[in-house]
């Protein structure tokens, strides 16, 4: 479907096209993607009133004292999803959040990076985002059930029959562009069994939806294939973890300023490095995220660097519209929303307040002897949380109530893996199945 979609456009295609489900999509604040499910019939009421849900039911939302929120559909989303039946099909709408008089809810993450993106727009930007996000592909038992044997031995852009997940990268692909989505390139990563798609560039709220979807098509056809796609960190501490790198441009009057050599490009940047620490918990939202840093081009340090990928945000070798800045700390665990609204109002603050860039640093920091002279990125979870909680930054841009409620969650993460004796195996056990 196309942005200026509307819903009286939705009834008639749904109409007509024997769409029978509709698919009410959200993600809760942790990350997590749910939807309800309704019968076509009640789709006009949808888009009027919305489809209650129990809020204190999902993660990180209202408490059971108020818990009732309505789910609105966005018309421009609608998807119809092709690995369900094509008689009495289902389609899927991503949806904002309600209270019950129709006013915005605070936390709905969806509504916070339309605010972020309104915000570029009125400072005269567009932000452009595109993702490459990684994933592993694991076995499953005769119950279907996943097992930690990964789908195949391949390394970084191996061929089969080393890359066994050709097939299956294809079927992915082709079923994003069916969902109106733009996957660039697809290669096995450098884990055994591990896969990436790198998406086209896009308005940011459009690439968190795609992000989201992404997440679900993946997992669906993985699971046709009768296997188990998991979008976990660090599966395997021996292996490279899975990251969700962003790439970043800034568009003025259609031109791409990264490609000038605008000076909004280094503020923008000494935007995003002055808050790394302050939007950390958001960006890497799982104890599991931690293993990560300092290894496998995942970076430990809010340094940057031209091409270097030891680095927190490298500026890629690209020209024209093209012309971009990467951030590599993200992993595909995070609320997208949430994730790219952060990053967003980094980079605006960056450039509202004519940041200085640091210099760039032009080494190798997996290989470095461990430096005071460079910012570290939290340590862990715990670590992450505190600076969140303490962040001017983060309570300029986030409603109290959800910074609150999002930081005392993943302490309590944090504190209870602290009392594990096996942290890895007690992280696999509590999100392997469900990442």
Not at 167 to 189: A, D, F, K, Q, V
Not at 202 to 231: C, P, R
Not at 250 to 277: I, R, T, V, W, Y
Request: glycine share 8%; with cysteine; aromatic share 10%.
């Amino acid at each position: 479907m196309h942005m200026n979609q509307t819903s009286q456009d939705v009834l008639q295609f749904v109409a007509e096209n024997d769409v029978k489900f509709i698919r009410l999509a959200f993600c809760d604040l942790s990350g997590f993607q749910k939807n309800i499910a309704i019968q076509s019939s009640e789709l006009q009421r949808a888009f009027e009133e919305g489809i209650s849900f129990d809020a204190s039911a999902a993660g990180g939302f209202a408490g059971v004292e108020d818990s009732d929120l309505f789910l609105v559909p966005d018309p421009a989303t609608l998807s119809v999803l092709p690995w369900r039946p094509a008689q009495g099909r289902v389609a899927r709408m991503f949806c904002g959040i309600v209270r019950p008089d129709g006013a915005p809810y605070d936390a709905d993450a969806r509504a916070l990076l339309k605010q972020a993106a309104r915000r570029a727009a009125e400072m005269g930007y567009s932000v452009q985002v595109g993702a490459e996000c990684e994933f592993y592909l694991f076995e499953t038992d005769e119950y279907d059930r996943p097992t930690m044997i990964p789908h195949d031995r391949g390394g970084y852009c191996d061929i089969a029959p080393l890359d066994r997940g050709e097939n299956i990268r294809r079927e992915i692909c082709l079923t994003l562009e069916s969902l109106g989505m733009r996957p660039e390139s697809s290669h096995h990563e450098q884990g055994p069994g591990q896969n990436e798609v790198d998406f086209r560039y896009t308005g940011a709220l459009t690439a968190a939806d795609h992000l989201l979807g992404f997440k679900a098509a993946v997992k669906s056809i993985a699971a046709q294939s009768g296997l188990y796609a998991s979008f976990l960190p660090k599966p395997f501490l021996e292996y490279s973890g899975s990251g969700l790198h962003i790439n970043l441009s800034l568009f003025q009057d259609g031109k791409n300023l990264f490609a000038h050599g605008a000076p909004e490009m280094d503020h923008f940047m000494a935007g995003l490095l002055a808050h790394a620490c302050d939007i950390t918990a958001f960006l890497n939202p799982l104890t599991n995220s931690y293993a990560r840093f300092g290894a496998f081009e995942a970076p430990k340090y809010a340094t940057w660097s031209r091409g270097n990928r030891s680095q927190l945000i490298r500026i890629p070798a690209a020209r024209g519209e093209y012309s971009r800045i990467e951030l590599r700390s993200p992993d595909p665990a995070c609320n997208p929303y949430l994730a790219l609204a952060l990053i967003i109002h980094a980079g605006l603050d960056g450039i509202a307040d004519a940041l200085p860039l640091t210099p760039p640093v032009d080494i190798n920091l997996y290989d470095a002897e461990p430096s005071n002279a460079y910012p570290l990125l939290p340590r862990g979870l715990g670590e992450a949380a505190e600076c969140a909680a303490a962040s001017d930054f983060n309570r300029r841009h986030l409603p109290a109530a959800l910074l609150r409620r999002y930081c005392e969650q993943k302490r309590r993460e944090a504190e209870r893996m602290e009392r594990t004796e096996n942290r890895h195996q007690t992280e696999l056990k509590l999100y392997f199945d469900r990442v």
